[in-house]
């Protein structure tokens, strides 16, 4: 047994009257209550499951095994009459299990009054004398149940007075709670409420007391913390406005510019477009010349070289002409001889008829007529040798000039094969030009385009930006609202940044206003 137990339970064990005397005879029946404690929790548990209120506490039977366990530990430190800091610690932690888990007072008091009913029938039992034939008497069992009873009596009328007894303080708790809680409730609104109206007045330097009752310390430093962080956005919009509004008109001045300037370089880009145009259609048609010229040279090259060919063929025919008046030359030769013999053979035909008198005169006429015509073909003969000589001199000359002819041919052909190469690579230069200018032409009328849009995106930004200017304008007239608290060292550094007072934030909207041309209204 415990040589000192706390003072409380001290306080307790003499109110219960259970002196070490008690505490002995406890002690003294520990046997009987071990043996016949698990048969009783058993009895218990039976009833557990058998009761949906009880049933739900356990999620197996692994967990009532677990809690059977600790029951049966600390029953072994009550029969053992154990009641020192450890007991006191252990009877507490059950009493705190119980309240986390919400089982109430009434089942634990009832599972206590079914353990009793076997730990006293086991105790009585145990003293009743036994009888002649090894049987206990009657009244043994009869006074157990009435033991029993007795004790499940008193159990239940414990159990209803601590459940009265609890319901009564838990109901005069809450209408303590609840009339404390609606004066701390009254006067927490109140505050905010005064809070609220200065904040919707624009007071942004109001915070709630310090003497705000603890269940309320976190809204009291929720409001000050949102009315700090308020205050602090606030001034940072209020210089940021400005800022805004002064980028703005910066934003919008350089927007004219690029518009100004989008404009300039949109015409001119027109201009350069124009001229593209211009100096594509000449280079098409130089392309076109090109090739008609290069058409034209190979047409003439065609001709030289049948001029070549017909020079050719010229010289062929003076050669023969040549052979020709050659093969005359010999035959005239032939007729000068004929003639020659011939007019031999008038003479002897002359003198014979000379000699044949009378006779031989009309044979004489026709000698004389012979040898004059044998002279007349000799002088032909000799005119036209003279004239074949003469010709066959011309006729070699013309076969040099026609030689000639065809070598200048040749070399006109050669000049004139590379004039045709030289048109066609400056034909096949301007149809290249004429397709590259073609497309950066095309480029330059889609750069037209989009700069004609940028243009217009250019119009849409200066009028943004003017939005843009007006909006902040109409911020600073929303934030000139607001009465900013003077900043001091201990501000945040957002709102050390920001403007010191309502006032000077209303003279700062004058002045952009001024600037910005805006409607006051």
């Known amino acids: 047994m415990a040589s000192t137990p706390p003072e409380a339970l001290s306080k307790r064990l003499q109110f219960l009257d259970l002196d070490p005397s008690a505490q002995q005879d406890l002690a003294q029946a520990k046997a009987v209550i071990m043996a016949r404690l698990p048969a009783a929790l058993a009895r218990f548990y039976d009833q557990v499951r ?95 149940r009435r033991l029993s009873a007795l004790v499940k009596a008193t159990l239940l009328d414990i159990d209803y007075g601590i459940s009265a007894y609890f319901e009564a303080a838990e109901r005069a708790r809450r209408e303590t709670e609840t009339e404390l809680l609606d004066r701390e409730r009254a006067a927490v609104m109140a505050s905010v409420g005064r809070g609220m109206k200065a904040l919707a007045a624009g007071d942004l330097g109001y915070r709630l007391d310090a003497d705000t009752p603890p269940e309320y310390r976190e809204l009291r430093d929720d409001f000050n913390s949102a009315a700090e962080t308020l205050e602090a956005t606030i001034r940072a919009i209020a210089a940021s406005a400005g800022q805004v509004g002064g980028r703005a008109e910066e934003i919008a001045g350089a927007a004219g510019e690029l518009s100004r300037r989008t404009e300039q370089q949109a015409a001119g880009l027109e201009e350069t477009a124009a001229a593209l145009d211009q100096i594509t259609a000449t280079i098409q048609a130089t392309a076109d010349g090109a090739e008609r010229a290069s058409s034209a040279a190979a047409r003439v090259r065609q001709e030289a070289e049948r001029s070549g060919q017909v020079a050719e063929a010229a010289v062929t025919a003076m050669e023969r002409i040549e052979q020709s008046s050659t093969t005359i030359g010999r035959i005239i030769h032939v007729i000068d001889e004929i003639a020659f013999q011939t007019n031999l053979l008038a003479l002897n035909a002359g003198v014979e008829a000379a000699r044949a008198g009378e006779a031989g005169k009309g044979f004489a006429v026709v000698a004389s007529e012979v040898r004059a015509l044998a002279q007349r073909s ?33 070399a006109i052909i050669g000049q004139i094969g590379e004039i045709d190469g030289v048109v066609g690579s400056i034909a096949a230069a301007a149809r290249e030009q004429a397709t590259g200018l073609a497309q950066v032409n095309s480029a330059v009328n889609q750069m037209d385009q989009v700069v004609q849009q940028n243009a217009a995106m250019v119009q849409q930004a200066v009028a943004a930006s003017d939005g843009l200017r007006r909006e902040s304008g109409e911020m600073l007239r929303a934030v000139a609202r607001f009465d900013l608290p003077p900043t001091d060292a201990s501000a945040p550094p957002e709102a050390a940044r920001a403007e010191p007072t309502g006032a000077s934030l209303s003279a700062k909207l004058a002045a952009y206003r001024s600037n910005l041309a805006l409607d006051p209204g």
């Open 50 to 144: 058998a009761h949906p209120e009880t049933a739900r506490f356990f999620r197996d039977e692994q967990q009532i095994d677990s809690a059977r366990a600790r029951q049966m530990a600390h029953w072994e430190r009550i029969s053992s009459a154990c009641f020192d800091e450890s007991y006191v610690e252990a009877a507490t932690r059950v009493g705190e299990v119980h309240a986390r888990i919400g089982l109430e007072p009434r089942w634990h008091i009832g599972g206590y009054a079914l353990v009793l009913e076997q730990l006293i029938a086991a105790v009585v039992a145990a003293h009743a004398p036994m009888g002649r034939l090894g049987q206990r008497p009657t009244w043994a069992g009869t006074l157990a």
């Open 378 to 410: 000799a002088d032909a003969a000799k005119e036209i040798a003279a004239l074949i000589a003469t010709s066959s001199g011309q006729v070699t000359e013309g076969v040099g000039l026609v030689g000639e002819s065809g070598r200048l041919l040749e």
